[in-house]
C-alpha cells in the first residue's frame, strides 16, 4: 500500500541576516494511513521544522528548498499558497505544545471551532455550531453548549488542549501532526491526552505525526520511530526494534538517559557534550564529537542513512558493533 | 462591570477636587490681575478698589475659593467671566461645538489612516512601503503643528488662494456646510497629520508583537486565509493596547487646540483659554479647569470600559474583582 | 538512610503560606489562597528529599517559603533545631542555604561575566580572602564540570545546560549545606537533564550536601531522593522512601501520578491499556 505521506530528501531553509541557513537536511521518512508515527529528537534537532515544513508553515523567511513532501501522492512543496490553505485543517492538521497560547485570547471557543468547521465543510453558521457542540462533548470537555461561548483563559492547559484537538480532527483530517502535545501538560493530563488522541485518530482513521522528547510517550502512542540529531534523520524503525535493539549510538544514549523505573541504582548514562553549532559544516558524521564508537573514518566521512535489513535504518558507519554487541550500556 | 464604572466614579470626585483647588491657587500666584487688564491704568485708586470688592477680589483666597465651590455645588454655576461679564458656562458651551468638530473629525480621519497604514506596515516589515509609511510617520511626530500651520497657510491661502486662511465662516456671511468644510481642511490637515503620524507607530509594533504569536499559527493550520488571519485574529489583539493610547490622544488634542485655534483663528475652547490666560480672567479660566481635568478623567474612564469591550480578560477581572 | 537519631538538618512544622485575594464590591472581601497548607517534613544532613506534585500543588511556593522568597503565614522551619527568620538572619542563612532555579538564565546578569557573577558572592560574603577569589572561582568551575575559559565569556554564550552548570556553581560558592531544586531539569534535554543529575549526585558525594529536590517528572525525582513527599492542593498527602512510593503507593492521589507516567518501554504500555 502507497504511504499517506512521504517526506523525501527534504532539505528546510532560512534566510536570515547571515545569509541563508540550512535547518534540516535530507530528511526522508513515510507515514503510512492509519498508524502513527513518532519523531523524537532534543531540541535543535530539527523535529519541529520539519513538521512546520509539512503544513508549509515555516514563516516568510523559511523554505524548503530541496526535496518533495507528497500526500496521497500531490506535493505539498510545489502547491500554490491557495491549494494549500484548502488542504491545511483539511487533509491534514496540527496541534501544538503550548495550548495556552495555542488559542486567540479575544475570541470565544465556539467562534474558533466554528471558522474552522465552516473553512471546510459546507455547512451554515447554525449547523456548524451544532457540529462544534458535537465535537467538543466527544472530546471529553463537559457542559460544551456553555464552553462555547466561553474565551480561551477560562480554561485549564488541559482543557485548552481537548480544544485545539477537537478543532484539528473536526474535519477528519487524513494526517494529524502533533508537535509536542502533552509536553507543557501535567503527567495525570497528558495520559488523559494520549488516550484522547489515541481513541479519537482510531476511530476517525487518522494517521498521527508525533512530535516529541518524551521516549516515555514514544513508547505508548508510537507504532513506528524516527529519531533526529541535528538536522537529520539518524534512526528509523518500528518502536519495538527501537527500545530493543537501538542501531544507531545516539538513540542508545537517549535511552540511557532515562531514569528507569526498576530499582537497579544504575548511574544514568548521560551522552557527553551538546550538539556542536556548526553541524552543517562538518565533514563528518554529526554525532561523531559525543560518540563513544566514533573512529577517525566518522570524523571525516558523512554517513548515509543505511538499510540494515527488515527496513530498520540508521545513519551510523558502526551499526554493527551495536548489533552484536546488544544494548551498549 | 456596573460596580467598577461606579468605583471609578466615586474616585474621580476628590480629583476634580483637587484639580480645583490646586488651578485656583497657582492662577492666583501668578503676577497681574484681572483689574489691570479691564480698567485704564489712570483710573483712580478708589474706582480700582471698588471694582476689585464688586469681583470679590479682596477677600482671602480661601473665601473666593469657597463661594466659587458653593456655586458649583449648590447651583451648577460657574460664575461669571470677569472680563466680559457672560456667564461663564454658557462661554464655555458656545466654544465647545467648533472644537469638537474639529478634533473629533482629526481624531476619526488621523485612525482612519493610522489603522490600515500600521497593519501594512507590519505584515510588510521592512519592505520599501514600511520605511515610506515609518519615515512618513515620523514627519508626521517631528513637524510642529504651528509650523505646519503657517505652511499651510502662506501656501494655500496667501500664494494659491484656493481655502480660507483661518475662521469658520466667511465675516458677515451666514455659512452653511460647505463654507464650514472648506475653513476646516488646513486645520484638519494638520491635526491629522499628528494623530496618524503617532498612531501609525503604536499600531505597527503592537501589530508586530500579535504577528508572531502562536494562535495565528493556529489560525493558519486550520486552512485560513492570510487576509482573514490579519484582520481577524490578529487584529482584534492589537487594537487592544491601541485603545489606551486612542483615551490619551483625547487630552492631547485637547490641550493642542490651543495652538491650531489660535493659528487658524478657530472659535473654539482652545482660543477661549489662551484669551482667558491674556486677561487674567480667573473664573473663565475655572471654568475651562474644569471641563479640561473632565475631558481626561472621562476619556481615562471611557478608555477603561473600552478595553473591557475589547478584551474579554479584562471583563473577567471587573467582573469578578481584582484576581 | 535512617539518621533518626541525629537532629534533622531542616525541619518544616505545619507550615501555612496564604494569600490574600481581594473581592467583591470595592475590593472589601477578602479570601485566602491556600499555596501551603499545614505541612510538615524533616530532612536530615546528606540525604536528598524529593517532592513531586502537579502544577499549582504548592511545592514551588514551599521550596521559596523556606527560604525566605514568600511570606511565612503559620508555623515554624527550623534549621540545625533553631528557628530561622529571614528578617534578621538573611546574611548568615543565605550562607547555609542556597536554592537552584528552573531557568538559570533569568537569574544570570546578562552582562557580568561568569568570572564576576561567581566571585561577586564571595566578595560579599568574604568567603575567602581577596587574593584567592580567582583560584576559588576555578575551582568551582571545575566542581560543576565547567572550563576556566567559561571565566571571560557571558551567560548568553552558553547552552541550557551549562548555564544550569553556572547556576549550581553559583549557589555553591557561599558553601551552603542545603539546596533547594526547584525543577532544577525541566527545562534541559533528556540527554542534559541526565548530565545535570549526575552532577548533583556527584556532588552530593564530595561535599555532604542535602537537597530539597522539587520536580514534576517523576523519573528525575525516583532517581536522585532517598525519600519523596507527594504533594497536593497544598499538602503533603504522602511521604516515605523512594522504594515505598514507587513500589507500594498508599494515598490514592500517589497512584493515579505513577499509572499516569509514561515508562518508556513499549511492552509496558499502561497508559492505553488500562482504563
Known sequence: ?329 | MFGYILRRLLIAVPVLFGVTIINFIIMRMAPGNPIDMLVSPKLPDAAREAKAIELGLNDPVYMQYWNWLKNLVMHGDLGYSMYTSEPVVSMILERMGPTLILMGTALVLGLLIAIPLGILSATKQYSKLDYIFVTGSFLGISIPNFFLGLILVYVFAVQLNWLPSGGMKEVGADGGFGTLLMHMILPIIVLVANVAGRNIRYVRSSMLEILGQDYLRTARAKGLKEVFVVNRHALRNALIPIVTIIGLEIPILFGGAVVIEQIFSWPGIGQLTLSSIMNRDYSTLMGLNLVAAFVVIAANILTDIVYAFVDPRIRKSYVGGAK | MSQQTKTPLLTVKNVKTYYPVKTGFMNLQKSYVRAVDDVSFEIYEGETLGLVGESGCGKSTLGRTIIGLEPLTDGTILFDGKPMNFRTDRVSLSKQIQIVFQDPYSSLNPRLTIGDLLAEPLTVHKIVPHHEIQQEVSRLLALVGLSDSAKSRYPHEFSGGQRQRIGIARALALRPRLIICDEPVSALDVSIQAQIMNLFKKLQRELGLTYLFIAHGLGAVKYISDRIAVMFAGKIVEMGTTEEIFKNPQHEYTKKLLGAYPIPDPKKRSILTKP
Open chain 1, 1 to 329: 500500500m502507497e504511504s499517506l505521506l512521504s517526506v523525501k530528501h527534504v532539505t528546510t531553509a532560512f534566510d536570515t541576516e547571515h545569509g541563508k541557513v540550512t535547518s534540516t537536511s535530507d530528511v526522508s521518512f513515510d507515514v503510512k494511513h492509519g498508524e502513527t508515527l513518532a519523531i523524537v529528537g532534543e531540541s535543535g534537532s530539527g523535529k519541529s521544522v520539519t513538521a512546520l515544513s509539512i503544513m508549509r508553515l515555516l514563516g516568510k523567511n523559511g523554505h524548503i528548498a530541496e526535496g518533495e513532501v507528497r500526500l496521497n501522492g500531490v506535493d505539498l512543496a510545489k502547491l500554490s499558497d491557495a491549494d494549500m490553505q484548502k488542504l491545511r485543517g483539511n487533509d491534514v492538521s496540527m496541534i501544538f505544545q503550548e495550548p495556552m497560547t495555542a488559542l486567540n485570547p479575544v475570541l470565544t471557543i465556539g467562534y474558533q471551532l466554528v471558522e474552522a468547521i465552516r473553512l471546510h465543510m459546507p455547512l451554515d453558521k447554525k449547523e456548524a455550531k451544532k457540529l462544534a457542540i458535537e465535537m467538543l462533548t466527544k472530546v471529553g470537555i463537559p457542559q460544551a453548549e456553555r464552553v462555547i461561548k466561553q474565551f480561551p483563559f477560562a480554561l485549564s492547559g488541559g482543557m485548552r488542549q481537548r480544544v485545539m484537538i477537537a478543532m484539528a480532527l473536526v474535519c477528519k483530517p487524513k494526517l494529524l501532526i502533533a508537535d509536542e502535545p502533552t509536553t507543557a501538560l501535567d503527567v495525570t493530563v497528558q495520559a488523559q491526552i494520549i488516550r484522547l488522541l489515541h481513541a479519537l485518530c482510531k476511530e476517525y482513521d487518522t494517521a498521527v505525526m508525533l512530535i516529541t522528547h518524551d521516549l516515555g510517550v514514544v513508547a505508548e502512542m508510537a507504532d513506528r520511530v524516527v529519531v533526529m540529531y541535528a538536522g537529520q534523520v539518524v534512526e528509523t524503525t518500528d518502536v519495538y526494534t527501537l527500545f530493543e535493539q537501538p542501531l544507531h549510538p545516539y538513540t542508545v544514549g537517549l535511552l540511557n538517559s532515562i531514569p528507569s523505573m526498576d530499582f537497579d541504582d544504575k548511574e544514568l548514562q548521560a551522552i557527553p557534550g551538546t550538539i556542536p553549532s556548526n553541524y552543517n559544516a562538518l565533514p563528518g558524521c554529526r554525532f561523531a564529537n559525543r560518540c563513544p564508537l566514533a573512529t577517525e573514518y566518522c570524523h571525516s566521512n558523512k554517513p548515509e542513512l543505511m538499510d540494515t535489513g527488515d527496513g530498520h535504518l540508521t545513519r551510523c558507519f558502526e551499526w554493527r558493533k551495536l548489533q552484536q554487541g546488544g544494548h551498549l550500556q
